[in-house]
């Protein structure tokens, strides 16, 4: 409330008014100092009272105004209202007291009054902030009620997937047929849909979810119907099905381990106390032969001195493009070197013929080129140092491997020494094996069996027994006959050889560490042996 006071006036005395926004002190004041004259004595009731609406009207302002516009307005105002008006002197009616308020008069004779107004200027900056405030709330809104109208309509398609789902599980539990197993998990993949989706839409609600908790409700309680109704199947059909497929597992497992070998015990290199070929490595492919992919045919290993055996020298002889010449061959010192084309030794012969090269106590053994010559060759000097025929042997590519052309001769070397692979018309195509003395290349035995050798696509010897291989697939490879010629006998086995690529040239074994060597289609490939104690 603001009161005005004023206090009999002197003559020709000046009177003055103070307003004020606030307490303690003061924000505004302002002064008038009219000239009172006798005569308009009577008439300053009518200036109290035009004072008092004056006052009532700064507060109005006082809220739309800065300080420093109200006080230049009560400034030019405040006199005007205080002289004497010519429309007023003539009324007579006497203005009605508002309130009041306590003055007092200076020693000059001025009456002083004061008026406080309750409060400060308008807060227009404030007023912006919550204008901006209530703009982005009002953009937050709208979005968040577009989200809304979004997760309504995808409610409505989840209440209608629960309908049809309800009425399928009504349809089940009701119905006398016997579901399989797939019906049921067909329904549980589409209820773990839906509660998937339902779990994503909840935290990216806004407000109530309730709707959104019903649906999870409903949802969880047809996973428990379904899966009641699959434990009560009532042809117990599923239940015999699973029962079966348990017993199918178990054996399953029972065949496996019977047919599971142990790890394999360990034969020194040499050694023969073993009972034969057990099984064959995954092949680990070593490189491509170093001149490269055109060459496919040729022979590689690693060669064996029974008086070192842990001399590591190896030998690579790609055949010419037309896999009959051989012409050039490679001698490494290590593996490492092997790998990184790096040989000790880079000959050339004129001509070996066929993949049926092998390397023996630092020589190597090729059959000579259109002839039954077999030559010993010293890799460290690159001479010939015999040449001996071999009796009866069938050439021209007559009896070769299946798939493999002009491997008329073929030499392996074993724990027992020098072996050569051949075939005579005498004993019809058949393989013949001979033992050789590896100093004179004199035949010291031989067997003939009664396996035709163009219908095995290659052979090596371990232990004085001859295998034989034949093509099952691209990919694989069988191990399929044998012949002891410790005994004579010959017998039937299947041993997988895998491979890497469609044919293979050649094959030889390594006693030192008990591998096999295999030519394939160029590339160098090599398998570890494992036998039967």
Known sequence: MMSLIQKPLKKNRASSLRFGWGNPQPLLKTSFVPLLSPL?????????????????????????TTTTEATAHLSATLP?????????????????LFTNVSGSVDDEGICQCSVYLPDTTFPVQKAEKLEIIAATLSQKFEAELSHVRKYKELIEVYQQRILNLTIRV??????????????????????????????????????????????????TNLTILVNELESLDKSNILAIRRQVASLQSRLKECEESTNKTTVPPYFPPGSCTHRGLLNVSEPYIVKLNWRGSSYKYGSWGRDYSPSDPEKE???????NTDGRYLENYRIYNSFDNLLLFQPMYER??????????????????????????MVKQDFRTNTMVLRKDLAGAAIGNRFSYAGVQWQDIDFAVDEGGLWVIYSTENNMGNIVISKLNDTTLDVLNTWQTRQYKPSVSNAFMICGVLYATRPLSTRKEEIFYMYDTSTGQEGRLSVIIEKKLDQIQSIDYNPADQRLYIYNDGYLVRHDVTFQA
């Open 313 to 319: 020298v190896y030998w690579v002889a790609p055949l």
């Open 170 to 219: 009504e349809h089940m539990e009701k119905g006398g047929v016997s579901y399989t197993e797939l019906d049921f998990q067909l329904l549980k993949v589409e209820i773990s849909d839906l509660e998937r989706l339902v779990t994503q839409l909840k935290p990216s609600l806004v407000g109530s979810s309730a709707v959104v908790e019903q649906i999870y409700l409903e949802i």
């Open 40 to 64: 308009l004595t009577e008439k300053m009731k009518h200036t109290q009272v035009a004072a008092l609406l004056l006052t009532q009207s700064m507060i109005a302002l006082a809220e739309t």
């Open 80 to 96: 005007y209202l205080t002289q004497p008006s010519k429309r007023t002197s003539n009324m007579h009616t006497s203005p009605k």
């Open 348 to 373: 050339r012969i004129t001509y070996g013929e066929g993949s049926g090269a092998a390397l023996y106590d630092n020589y190597l053994y090729y059959h000579s080129y259109n002839s039954r010559y």
